[in-house]
């Protein structure tokens, strides 16, 4: 069957493999990216969020057919992961402390265009490696390479959708979530080419980069939230002893 640009579709073995590849490689990485779209969501109302996500997902996806095309080169370039690592544990510990005071009820309401805005800024940071195994398993052909991309907008839309329920009733989800992002950020940066040629990385190192950056978001995150309850608990304070004296 010939689709033209797109390429064309024999029925055979190859093209099954490769299909079953591209589905179990969406399976195997889209919880990542649905955590990070369940936290972006957390605090728009509950019936804007079923929007926020189909149309992040929708958007980074449309972002990722784009930047697959060239990943492969920027993944052998230094300091591409390194910085799309570092944004990520940054987005990691924002959606933690904004969620964190959201459950305290001192957060008001993000917008949609908010949550958007982290949803496909860490979709593509944290996609590469999605992009790649996608891009590997089509081999070179285009109609997989969209279809692969694409399949990954429902398997994310429901996750992060239950993800962002459980959210609300089991807070503890919050930090799992932010913890996981502490740990793919570590991974990506440690595995940036820049990285590899100083030190030579070994699993040993990798494993040591996700926890140490898994700690340093939930660590960091409390600090911040701790910081902020008590320059609360001072305004209050001193809101109170100005009305005592008026």
Same mark, same amino acid.
């Given at each position: ?22 589905? #179990?490689?969406?399976? @195997?990485? %889209?919880?990542?990216? $649905?955590?990070?779209?369940?936290? %972006? ?15 992040? +997902?929708? $958007?980074?996806?449309?972002?990722? @057919? ?9 993944? @052998? ?5 390194? +910085? ?11 959606? #933690?402390?904004?969620? $964190? ?8 309401? =993000? ?14 940071? /944290? ?8 891009? +590997? ?26 993800? +962002? ?13 932010? $913890?996981? #992002? =502490?740990?793919? =950020?570590?991974? /990506? /940066? ?45 305004? /209050?304070?001193? =809101?109170?002893?100005?009305? %005592?004296?008026?």
């Amino acid at each position: 069957m010939d689709f033209g640009m797109l390429g064309t579709i024999d029925f055979n073995m190859e093209f099954v493999m490769a299909f079953l590849s591209i589905v #179990l490689i969406d399976l @195997v990485l %889209a919880g990542d990216n $649905a955590v990070v779209i369940a936290m %972006a969501v957390k605090n728009l109302p509950r019936k804007k969020r079923f929007v926020g996500i189909a149309v992040g +997902a929708g $958007a980074a996806v449309l972002l990722r @057919v784009a930047c697959t095309f060239v990943v492969s080169q920027l993944l @052998v370039m230094q300091y591409v992961k390194l +910085a799309g690592g570092a944004v990520i544990v940054w987005i990691g510990i924002k959606l #933690l402390v904004e969620g $964190a005071e959201d459950e305290c009820g001192h957060k008001e309401a =993000g917008t949609i265009f908010q949550a958007l805005w982290i949803i496909m800024v860490a979709d593509i940071s /944290m996609s590469i490696d999605n992009m790649l195994a996608v891009g +590997a398993a089509c081999k070179g052909n285009l109609f997989l390479l969209i279809f692969g991309l694409a399949l990954s907008i429902p398997f994310v839309v429901f996750t992060s959708n239950l993800l +962002a329920k459980l959210m609300d009733k089991y807070p503890i989800i919050l930090w799992i979530g932010a $913890a996981i #992002l =502490g740990k793919v =950020g570590g991974e /990506m /940066m440690v595995t940036d080419p820049f990285i590899v040629d100083i030190i030579h990385t070994t699993k040993a190192m990798e494993y040591g980069s996700m926890i140490f950056f898994t700690a340093l978001v939930v660590g960091t995150s409390k600090l911040i939230l701790r910081r902020k309850a008590a320059k609360a608990r001072a305004e /209050m304070a001193a =809101g109170g002893g100005s009305a %005592a004296q008026r």
